[in-house]
């Protein structure tokens, strides 16, 4: 498997060349694509205020249900913070991207909104949004108020809001670990899975289920897998190209050496 290091050498021509004339580019994204605009990867996160959990723990129905202001402060803080920070160049790279090749479905694991503030024009949000809570009992969406005068800095356990329409406790917008993900958005990524022919996955460490599936369903039919990430993951033993760098340091630069004369930022 070819494999680079970040900016400083030309990138293997053969994936240069695949990226130019691929169809269908499929690019799926976890946290690692948003460290660089400061939001902490999952695991990292165990290195912040809430390094007394494991998230794994707070990110599940029973522990909302069990200590509903415990899990609403944890989100209200996680966006608040994100509402803090800006797309970074690898937000910027993947938009720009979708202007290059013919197809392009963006999947992402993250839950930030940063794809979308960063001009993605479609997103796949596998695992829901931190901006999109609704309703624990009834499902009726809740507009999320200001964050600044919801929470404080130190992320304190909050009461969720309660329900417009039944009164119930408002959950925060994402998929958690136990619960199925959004059929309609997960049928589109396996459909991309299906007919791309070329995916870059960018900043995941692929231990999440079923998301971590995509790029092995990809590699089945032959389609060229790219690991975009400055750790080894387990995907390294799979991939067709391996770029090790961070996002905000590859990606920009895959545009650039892939359309040399387009110009980009
Ligand atoms: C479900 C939202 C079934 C919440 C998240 C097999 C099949 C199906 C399910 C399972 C299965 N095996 C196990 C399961 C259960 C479970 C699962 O996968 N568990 C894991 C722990 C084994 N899956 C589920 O529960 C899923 N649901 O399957 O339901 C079902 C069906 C019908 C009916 C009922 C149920 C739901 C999973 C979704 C959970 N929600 N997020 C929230 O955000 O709080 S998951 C959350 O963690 C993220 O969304 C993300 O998916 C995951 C973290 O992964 P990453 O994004 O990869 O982040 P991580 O920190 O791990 O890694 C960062 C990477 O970036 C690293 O590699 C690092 O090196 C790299 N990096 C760092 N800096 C940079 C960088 N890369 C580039 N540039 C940098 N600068
Ligand atoms: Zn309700």
Redesign the pocket.
């Known amino acids: 498997m070819p494999t680079s290091s970040h900016a400083t050498e030309p990138y293997p021509s053969e994936l240069l060349t695949r990226l130019r004339t691929c169809r269908h580019l499929l690019v799926l994204t976890?946290?690692?694509?948003s460290?660089?605009s400061g939001i902490p990867?999952?695991?990292?996160a165990l290195n912040g205020l809430w390094g007394r959990f494991d998230?794994?723990q707070?990110?599940t129905p029973e522990a909302f249900d069990a200590d509903p202001p415990l899990v609403w402060g944890w989100?209200a803080w996680r966006r608040s913070q994100v509402l803090l920070c800006e797309p970074n160049p690898?937000h910027r790279a993947i938009a720009v991207l979708a202007d290059r090749v013919p197809r392009l479905t963006l999947v992402t694991?993250?839950?930030d909104g940063l794809h979308q503030r960063a001009g993605s024009p479609a997103v796949l949000e596998l695992?829901?949004s931190l901006h999109r809570p609704y309703c624990r009992a009834c499902g009726h969406p809740h507009i999320p108020s200001d964050p600044q005068c919801e929470v404080s800095l130190e992320g304190a356990p909050l009461p969720p809001p309660r329900c417009e329409r039944c009164r119930g406790p408002v959950r925060p917008g994402?998929?958690?670990?136990?619960?199925?993900?959004p059929a309609d958005v997960w049928d589109a990524a396996e459909t991309a899975a299906n007919t791309c022919d070329l995916v870059l996955v960018?900043?995941?460490?692929?231990?999440?289920?079923?998301?971590?599936e995509l790029p092995l369903t990809a590699l089945t039919r032959g389609a060229a897998v790219v690991q975009?990430?400055?750790?080894r993951?387990d995907l390294d033993d799979f991939a067709t190209f391996r770029l090790g760098g961070?996002?905000?340091q590859v990606l920009p630069e895959l545009v650039r050496q892939g359309w040399p004369d387009a110009g980009f930022g």
Not at 30 to 33: E, H, K, N, W
Not at 202 to 212: D, E, I, N, Q
Not at 228 to 231: A, Y
């Open positions: 976890g946290a690692g694509v460290q660089e990867t999952f695991r990292d998230p794994a707070l990110a989100y690898a694991q993250n839950v695992h829901g994402v998929v958690w670990f136990g619960e199925a993900l960018v900043g995941t460490s692929a231990l999440v289920y079923p998301a971590a975009i990430n400055p750790d993951t961070t996002a905000a």
